[in-house]
């Protein structure tokens, strides 16, 4: 069965950290770009992050440079995105998906989403 699986969500408090896993079965990660998008309650799906197939270059969008870090374990046929300070803006569901490449810090021609996993920041 091909599926992406994200999992590490969870209620933290301001300036807390989480790291949410992505993991794949049925297809191997490293052959796709893997990008990290959220949804916040009223908002449109966005791009957070990216990571290439080729180089395993990563990009992020600039409201999380510095705080998040996504990561690549082949072995584990994971993919990881440690998040650092959070704030109450980062609360979302986020979402893990298996696309063909990146652009800046996201990715296109996504072939698989994983159900997303909620994350929220509050006191």
């Known amino acids: 069965q091909v599926q992406l699986v994200e999992s590490g969500g969870g209620l933290v408090q301001p300036g807390g950290s989480l790291r949410l896993s992505c993991a794949a079965s049925?297809?191997?990660?490293?052959?796709?770009?893997i990008g990290w998008f959220r949804q916040a309650p009223g908002k449109e799906r966005e791009g957070v992050s990216c990571?290439?197939?080729?180089?395993?270059?990563?990009y992020y969008t600039y409201f999380v440079k510095g705080r998040f870090t996504i990561s690549r374990d082949n072995a584990k046929n994971t993919v990881y995105l440690q998040m650092n300070s959070l704030q109450p803006e980062d609360t979302a569901v986020y979402y893990c998906?298996?696309?063909?490449?990146?652009?800046?810090?996201?990715?296109?021609?996504?072939?698989?989403w994983g159900q997303g996993t909620q994350v929220t920041v509050s006191s």
């Open positions: 049925g297809f191997t990660l490293d052959d796709y770009a």
């Open positions: 990571i290439s197939s080729r180089d395993g270059s990563t």
């Open positions: 998906a298996a696309g063909g490449y990146c652009s800046a810090y996201v990715s296109y021609d996504n072939n698989y």
